[in-house]
């Protein structure tokens, strides 16, 4: 994990100051009196709001918590709140005005407070009205055995992180909605809210399925919440594809690299990106370890095969395709096993069609 968090500590650090300063703006533009907001900030609101960043910050969404924290008054609302919090590096590999930035934040919180409880008993297709412009978000999925919820096609990754007072607080994969700042500064709306109850259980009854035994929402979960975020959003976005094909999986092996820098790229080369980093079978790090140099191992993308290679430079751990397992059995279960491996694997685009 250690290795996961080191490579991106610093851009992040400076990244969270310049949003912390474009936020300042932002508490201007949301209270027409803003000179007095913070000195009518009630007490219990602002241990509110202390309370939930810290929740937040536990979980390492660092952004939320800081905004939370510096700005209490935002929970100044006379309805009770559902606040989805987006992971960080989703928001901070982006540069958003702060005036997108508010429109984003307003997007992710629903007029109501819902715990994950109250989440999985609402319809597919359900509305839940935010606080910007009226406009909704949707529960597109919902699967109460594998307290499976997404929302806009979005994971609910971190679900029950803070529920007190008027004030719940769940985490996700991304942003409910794209942006492209390019795109706003034509005119455009970024925010495009779902048509409500048109969504349908194609993909729930395939999770169901008993031929696909894999633990794919826990695999995409543990990986969110332990720094692997590029890594689960990208294995989030092909998954349906992967359900698909994939029906007879019954266990797999994840090669977890600590950042995958295509999650903008065409649909295409991100799955088979993702792909040729999952084994369709289970291999721990003792069973890896006893295969010969130059085994060649099957990948998800077919007739595409990665290669044990021996070490390099004097390390002395697995290296396969040139990237060494550095996070040895991370996490593990009867169906999956998760290694973090130094960096991204490269697709052979060359025979892709």
Known sequence: MAFAHSRCCFPLFFSVISVVLAFMAISTALHSNSKNSIQETK???????????????????????????????????????????????PVLNNSLSPRLLKNLLQYHTSTSKLSMEDLLK??????????????????????????????????????????????????????????????????????????????????????????????WTRIVRLLS???FVSFAIGLHSVL????????????????????????????????RT???????????????????TRTLLKTLVDDEYLEITGSVKFMLGIVINGEEIVVADMFSSEKFVI??????LKPELSIAS
């Open 43 to 89: 007490p219990t609101t602002y241990n509110l709001s202390l309370e939930a960043s810290r929740a937040l910050r536990r979980a390492g969404f660092n952004f939320m918590a800081t905004i939370l924290q510096l700005s209490p008054e935002l929970l100044l609302s006379p309805h009770n709140l559902t606040i989805f919090a987006i992971k960080d590096s």
């Open 274 to 292: 993702v792909r040729i980093h999952i084994l369709p079978q289970r291999f721990t790090y003792k069973e890896l370890s006893s295969l010969p």
């Open 225 to 227: 919440s332990n720094g």
């Open 339 to 344: 290694h973090g491996i130094s960096g991204a």
């Open 122 to 215: 609402k319809p597919q297709g359900s509305c839940l009205p935010t606080l910007f412009r009226q406009k909704n978000i949707a529960i597109t999925k919902v699967d109460g055995k594998e307290r499976l919820i997404e929302i806009n096609q979005v994971l609910v990754s971190d679900p029950d992180m803070f529920l007190e007072g008027q004030i719940a607080i769940h985490g996700v994969l991304g942003p409910f909605s794209s942006f492209d700042p390019q795109d706003v500064n034509q005119g455009w709306d970024f925010i495009q809210p779902p048509v409500c109850g048109v969504f349908n259980s194609s993909l729930v009854s395939v999770i169901q399925e008993p031929k696909n035994m894999v633990e």
């Open 240 to 271: 349906d594809g992967i359900l698909r094909d994939q029906t007879g999986l019954d266990s797999v092996t994840i090669l977890a690299p600590p950042n995958l820098a295509i999650l903008s790229s065409p649909l295409p080369l991100l799955d």
